[in-house]
């Protein structure tokens, strides 16, 4: 499984961005998808997550209910992540996971089993 995120970028706070990731060398439709992030110093910290097709199910950080949507486009095997609202402190590199079969809920841990992408910055100026 390759992951590619794309999207980032330096934004000013209270805008809007739309993270991409594309996914291939598996059928996308088996695995669930979640996004993570590290800012400087800090531990990666779950962001949201989407559960695999075979059920339903999104979850999103407390920090981040109601300014951001985790949504999934099966034809362009692509997981999408969009932020409004944006702070300064929601500055990081973001990183998209998969995990094959998964419920969202699932997805909101770290396994060895996880495939992960190469990130991307998003720097949130004040």
């Known amino acids: 499984v390759q992951l590619v995120e794309f999207g980032g970028g330096l934004v000013q706070a209270g805008t809007s961005i739309r993270l991409s990731c594309l996914m291939s060398?598996?059928?996308?439709?088996?695995?669930?998808y979640g996004w993570f992030r590290q800012a400087p110093g800090k531990e990666r910290e779950f962001v949201a997550s989407?559960?695999?097709?075979?059920?339903?199910?999104?979850m999103y950080a407390d920090s981040m209910k109601g300014r951001a949507t985790i949504s999934t486009d099966n034809a362009k095997s692509t997981v999408y992540l969009q932020m409004d609202s944006l702070k300064p402190e929601d500055t990081a590199i973001y990183y998209c996971k998969a995990r094959l079969w998964a419920h969202a809920e699932e997805i909101t841990t770290e396994r060895d089993n996880d495939y992960w992408g190469q990130g991307t910055q998003v720097t949130v100026s004040s």
């Open positions: 989407v559960s695999w097709i075979g059920t339903s199910g999104t």
């Open positions: 060398g598996r059928t996308f439709t088996n695995f669930g």
